[in-house]
Every structure is written in structure tokens, then in C-alpha cells.
Nanobody
Framework: QVQLVESGGGSVQAGGSLTLSCKSS????????MAWFRQAPGKEREAVASIAMIRDTAYEDFVKGRFTISKDRAKNTLYLQMSSLQVEDTAMYYC?????????????????WGQGTQVTVSS
């Protein structure tokens, strides 16, 4: 059973920064594509960013220039650095792992999901 565990969420004011982390003891972070998704109350889950096995990255337009996805092979950890946070970024953020090498922002490509970490941005 693959478990992904997110951490780093919290409450910040607009304009602030947070860094989310995703770890797994069973899944090699560097072995396949991974991604971050988010779900705000009353809304569908949406993609945020993806990183391929070879470190290519992709972002949804609404986070470009503000968020950075990265991974540390030695620590087997996936990160999402978030800056210039906006109230609209308030959501539960999920780490996801797929079975393919190439990145994707499509939810169906991912088979393993974490429980999420809450990010709340206040004005």
C-alpha cells in the first residue's frame, strides 16, 4: 500500500508564502511523474503543478510565476513552494503520484493520493 503524506499547510495572509512537502516510505518520488492538486470548498479538484521523472515541470496558468514544484531525491520528498499567495489559493492541497514518466496535469493519470494539507489565505 503506497502512502503519500503531505505537510506544511497552514494559515497565512495574502502575499505570504508556504512550502508544502510530500513524503512516502513506499513510493520512490523520483521514479515517476508526480503532481499537486487542490480542492477548494464547493469546487472540483484541480491541478496545480506537475513534475516529470526527469524534472520537466508544468503549471496551471493561475499559479505560474508564483508556485514552484520540485523534488529532492535524497530525501524522497516532493515540494510545492508557494509565494504571493492569494485568498483564491485557499484549498486542500493533495500530492499525487502516477505510473508514467511524463508529467501531466490530468487527474486520471494519477493513482496514488495523499490525504491533503489545508492552506488558508486571509486578506
Amino acid at each position: 500500500q503506497v502512502q503519500l503524506v503531505e505537510s506544511g499547510g497552514g494559515s497565512v495572509q495574502a502575499g505570504g508564502s508556504l512550502t508544502l512537502s510530500c513524503k512516502s516510505s513506499e513510493y520512490q518520488i523520483n521514479s515517476r511523474a508526480m503532481a499537486w492538486f487542490r480542492q477548494a470548498p464547493g469546487k472540483e479538484r484541480e491541478a496545480v503543478a506537475s513534475i516529470a521523472m526527469i524534472r520537466d515541470t508544468a503549471y496551471e496558468d493561475f499559479v505560474k510565476g508564483r508556485f514552484t514544484i520540485s523534488k529532492d531525491r535524497a530525501k524522497n520528498t516532493l515540494y510545492l513552494q508557494m509565494s504571493s499567495l492569494q485568498v483564491e489559493d485557499t484549498a486542500m492541497y493533495y500530492c499525487a503520484a502516477g505510473l508514467e514518466y511524463g508529467l501531466s496535469l490530468r487527474e486520471f493519470k494519477y493513482v496514488y493520493w495523499g490525504q491533503g494539507t489545508q492552506v488558508t489565505v486571509s486578506s
